[in-house]
Each structure stands twice: as C-alpha cells, then as structure tokens.
C-alpha cells in the first residue's frame, strides 16, 4: 500500500491524496503510529478515526448526500458484479448510512471505477508486493480562499478508483472473486472519506487486505463517527 500527500499552497493550490491498498505488504507511507490498542487500557480501540483524521490533517472529507453515484467502467459481469457486492456490503454494514448506486451517466458519477494493469512496483519498493489498486483524489482550491479550507471553497472533481487487475493474476480461481471484491470494497473506504488505513490487519481499511478481509465493527464503527462530524470538505 502506498499514500501520498502533496500540496501546493497558492491560488491554484490543489491537494491530491493517492492510496492503494498493497495485497502482500503494507506500503503506506503516511501510516502515523497510532496503535489500534489503547496505550492505558490495553483493549482494543472501538474506531481509528483519530488515525484516519491524522493522514487528512484534522481534515473531515465526506459526502453531502447518499447514495453516492457511481460510473462502473466496465461491461465484464465479473467486475461488475464485485462492484455491487461491495455497494451491498458498505450499505448493509452501516445500516443504510452509505449507499452506492450504480449510473449509466459518467457525466454525473461522483466516482469511477476502473480496471486497470497498474504496473509492477520496483524490487526496491515492493518486497514483492503488488497492489490490488488505489483510489485517486483531488481537490482544487476556489479563488483567494487561502489558508481557510471550508467545504463551500473548494472543488472536488469525481474520485477514480483504480482497481488493479494484475493483482488477481496469481490467485487461485477460487480466492479471485473475493480478492476482486475486497479490494473494491476497501477503495469505495477511501472513496466515502477514510483516506488513510487502520493499523489493525483485522480491519477491512487495513493497508494490507486479502481474500479473508471484511468490514469489521471497527471501520463500521469509525466511519459512522466520521459522518457524525461537519465536513471541512464534500465530496
Ligand atoms: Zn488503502
């Protein structure tokens, strides 16, 4: 898993936040150590928002409105139908709080889904790992705004979701559908506002997902709380 920040502070100041979830190895770069267990108690945390909210420095990035709109760039029924197994599973889990529909408009998709060959990542970067995708996202400063950022001041043009079909090549016919799935579903995480990763491998935002992953109380539970609070920015 890789992430990356970088930010341009001027009139045409964007900020572009890259994640990707790495199938094999965590790679992300802006992982702060913020541990998944409370450092008095010992027990597990109920949420990681406060690690979530660390990578978007103190930034709440979220929807308006559901459901949010999705373009599926894709007319193979495999990809199509992780697509909407993952859709199913954000809404069951939060109990109709997110909600994905599918549009046949890419005009009037908040977000894209693609399925792409990314390329393999060097021997130096990867320990072998490749990522089973990432989820691109820019927004874009309006005029003379700087440095307050409220949501009414900026512009957020359709996130891309980039789904890493090479991920799947090595897998076992039988593990390909729930790997395809996962990676989706973990994407559509960073797509509704958790641009960063839990710490903890038993959660779904974990940088280092596979076949077994799923949505946990803990990412259900983080990313209801995220939606309690005001955004600084609407997707
Ligand atoms: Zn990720």
Redesign the pocket.
Do not use: F, L, P, Q
């Given at each position: 898993?890789n992430?990356a920040q970088n930010y341009r502070d001027n009139r045409t100041a964007w900020r572009r936040c890259v994640?990707?979830?790495?199938l094999a190895m965590c790679f992300?770069l802006n992982i702060v150590g913020v541990q998944a267990l409370d450092s008095e108690s010992g027990a597990k945390r109920d949420d990681y928002l406060d690690t979530i909210l660390t990578d978007t420095k103190g930034k709440v990035f979220r929807y308006e409105r559901m459901p949010v709109q999705v373009f599926i760039e894709s007319q193979q029924l495999e990809e199509r139908d992780a697509c909407e197994q993952a859709f199913s599973l954000w809404h069951e889990g939060t109990d109709g709080l997110i909600s994905f529909e599918s549009v046949s408009d890419k005009a009037a998709a908040r977000v894209l889904i693609k399925f792409v060959s990314l390329p393999q990542r060097t021997e130096a970067l990867s320990n072998t790992a490749s990522d089973g995708?990432?989820?691109l996202m820019e927004w874009h400063f309006r005029k003379r705004v700087l440095p307050f950022v409220g949501h009414r001041r900026v512009r957020v043009p359709p996130q891309i979701v980039e789904v890493n079909m090479s991920a799947l090549d090595a897998r076992p016919t039988s593990q390909r559908t729930f790997v395809l799935r996962n990676i989706i579903e973990?994407?559509l995480?960073?797509a509704i506002g958790l641009l960063g990763?839990s710490p903890d491998p038993d959660d779904l935002?974990c940088?280092k997902?596979d076949e077994n992953s799923k949505l946990s109380p803990r990412d259900l539970n983080t990313v209801r709380k995220l939606y309690r609070h005001k955004a600084d920015v609407y997707l």
């Open positions: 898993m992430m994640s990707a979830i790495a992300c995708g990432h989820t973990h994407e995480g960073h990763h935002m940088a997902t």
